[in-house]
RNA sequence: GGUGGGUUCGUCUAACGGUUAGGACUCAAGAUUUUCAUUCUUGCAAUAGGAGUUCGAUUCUCCUACCCACUACCA
């Protein structure tokens, strides 16, 4: 006997882009699914009409695609994917407008068994009663006690019925809730729940005017029709679970009912609150994966945009209520997915740590090789080339611009500072020297350094390096070396010194490093250009 | 207001009912160092409060407090 498949699905809304929370209940549905040779399916929820942001479904699945998130199934008209035996596809579509004639059926047949019933209110009515109840400190709700005064099928004759249906339009069927029924509710994560019906309201189900399936019914049907196993999801629904229990219930599907997991929410890193797509970036941090130009024109920051690497970021949202219980952190998304148990999921809200994020995204780029790092770099150089301006290091000035086209020098210069930078853009401010040399010097080091006898001391390590036969970073270290200890000198104020005339700043590497990697001749250059412009701090003599 | 969910260092979190309550990030101090970093070592820092069950409670039960979600013809 096989074991029921494994079929989950992620059902966002395109009513804006995804952002960190929305991702992260994307990638626990896939690390599901692919632990346990399943299905990820994504299933795109547009039955609200007025709610439509043009370019929200490009970017969730661009967002996925970024995160290496990809669904087996799902989408199209015309967003692609499909599959699961294509052609004859029992399953689709997966676009729910596309869906759009399925739902009345299934309603009608609530309606034919008693669990649902037309209701005539219109939002109007339903709002002045809203409000009046708000004015007496309690909270109408259309439910077992209410629907017997209100406009509906169970109130009105058959004939008036009947009569309203042909000749209205702004007409819905709603859920008829049982009467103090206890509904026994299971959760993965959190156990066992239950809740009394008569906390519930009917909700709407389907709407006539748009003849369109609300959240509730479209979900359950659709849930069924794709045979989803498990439904792995924002913890936003946990009140609606009951309903949904009674919808499988009521339809008869309860054999092949999913299971129910409820992700506890991301939180605002401070303040109240969830986070929301809302907040932007005001926080100082990105809540979208990819940078979200709205339709107003606004621009929101995202990771991808900012510098993350995509596996560093899946695996910080991974972590973002989930731990393996072992104190790894660090983990591909191929590890992710032999590990990942929603039993350990995390019941409260986690509240995201920029620092540690900064952490993480260093680390990958650590793991990374040289090579990779420099090609990104020269990626990026060749849209936002090196800034020459003068800044609290002084000015720079472009001397040889092949290097910047030198994979293997960009290469070397990467990985002298590799264990500086978080992110490739570091590599900016990192590696400016080694392509341009400086003209101006920074005047703090210049005060700290370059006085006394030093400016000679350079000039003479100059001619030692014109010397230096073999350029490499042995010799030229032993040669230096030997050279400052045996004429006494202080090696500290010397070296720094000579990194103040071939850098312009007290920034970067090991000073030999630097030497061997610009080449003799420029090294030269550079420090006679230094003797030449710097001007020396005399100390004045002790009186 | 009602219903449901939640609560361990500042943050993310670990801990069969028995641990000096552990780790990571941040921060601080020290060591190393030619600068800045890195690296290494050490340190600061938590079971929301109160009852109860128990030989023993972070863990189980109840109450209180606080936080969150939901309470739409939105998802």
Known sequence: MEKSKVRVRFAPSPTGPLHMGGVRTALYNYLFAKQNGGTFILRIEDTDSTRFVPGAEDYIIEALKWCGINPDEGLDKDGHIVQSSDNNNPYGPYRQSLRKDIYKKYADKLIENGHAYYAFDSSEDLNRRREEAEAHKYTFTYNYITRKELNNSLTLSPDKTKELLETTTNWTIRFKNPEDKMIKMHDIIRGDIEMNSNTLDDKVLWKRNDELPTYHLANIVDDHLMKISHVIRGEEWLPSLPLHYMLYDAFGWTDSQPEFAHLSLLLKPTGKGKLSKRDGDKMGFPIFPLEWKAPTGEISHGYREDGYFPEAF?????????????????????????????????????????????????????????????????????????????????????????????????????????????????????????FYAPIEYSAKTVKKFWKNEIPSHIEEIKDVIKNIETFDVETVSKTIHDYIETHEWPFGKVMNSLRLALVGASKGPDMVEILVLLGKDESIMRIERALANIKPRQTLPQS
């Not at 793991?367 to 090196?386: G, H, I, R, S």
């Not at 570091?426 to 080694?434: K, Q, S, V, W």
Request: net charge negative; glycine share 4%; no cysteine.
């Open 314 to 434: 899946v695996n910080i949202i991974a972590l973002l209520g989930w731990n393996p219980g072992t104190e790894q952190e660090i983990f591909s998304l191929k590890e992710l997915i032999d590990v990942f148990s929603l039993e350990r999921v995390v019941k409260a809200g986690a509240r995201f740590n920029p620092e540690k994020a900064h952490w993480f995204n260093q680390e990958y780029l650590r793991m990374k090789d040289d090579k990779t790092l420099a090609k990104e770099f020269m990626e990026m150089l060749k849209v936002k080339p090196f800034d020459n301006s003068t800044n609290e290091d002084g000015a720079k000035d472009l001397i040889n611009n092949s290097r910047i086209n030198d994979l293997e020098y960009i290469t070397k210069a990467i990985s002298l500072n590799k264990d500086r930078a978080t992110f490739v853009k570091d590599f900016y401010n990192l590696t400016d020297f080694f």
